[in-house]
Nanobody, 122 residues
Framework: QVQLVQSGGGLVQAGNSLRLACTSS????????IAWFRQAPEKEREFVGS???????IYGASMKDRFAISRDDAENAVYLQMNSLEPGDTAVYYC????????????????WGQGTQVTVAS
């Protein structure tokens, strides 16, 4: 099993940037596809994007313009860089890992982080 630990959330003003991190203290996440999802109150979970072990990325609709996913295997971490944040980006953000899938379908991911709140104030 992979235990994912997230960090970097918080309150930010609209227009600013924030970087979330997804790491594991006990295992290497280098072999895993890592995805980011978000869920706003009373809305369905939404795919933000994912990254493969070779750093290929895919993004959800309208995400690529302002969001970027990267990984640093030396740090055993995957990052979600969020720029030009808008109040509509307010949500709980989750990272998820899977060995075989980097799909937008959340049900295909075996391991999940604890979630981190991002609140964007107008």
């Amino acid at each position: 099993q992979v235990q994912l630990v997230q960090s970097g959330g918080g309150l930010v003003q609209a227009g600013n940037s924030l970087r979330l991190a997804c790491t594991s203290s006990a295992q290497t996440i280098a072999p895993y596809n890592i995805a980011w999802f978000r869920q706003a109150p009373e809305k369905e979970r939404e795919f933000v994007g994912s990254i493969t072990p070779t750093s290929s990325t895919i993004y959800g609709a309208s995400m690529k313009d302002r969001f970027a996913i990267s990984r640093d295997d030396a740090e055993n971490a995957v990052y979600l860089q969020m720029n030009s944040l808008e109040p509509g980006d307010t949500a709980v953000y989750y990272c998820a890992a899977d060995l075989t899938s980097y799909s937008s379908r959340s049900g295909l991911y075996d391991y999940w982080g604890q979630g981190t709140q991002v609140t964007v104030a107008s």
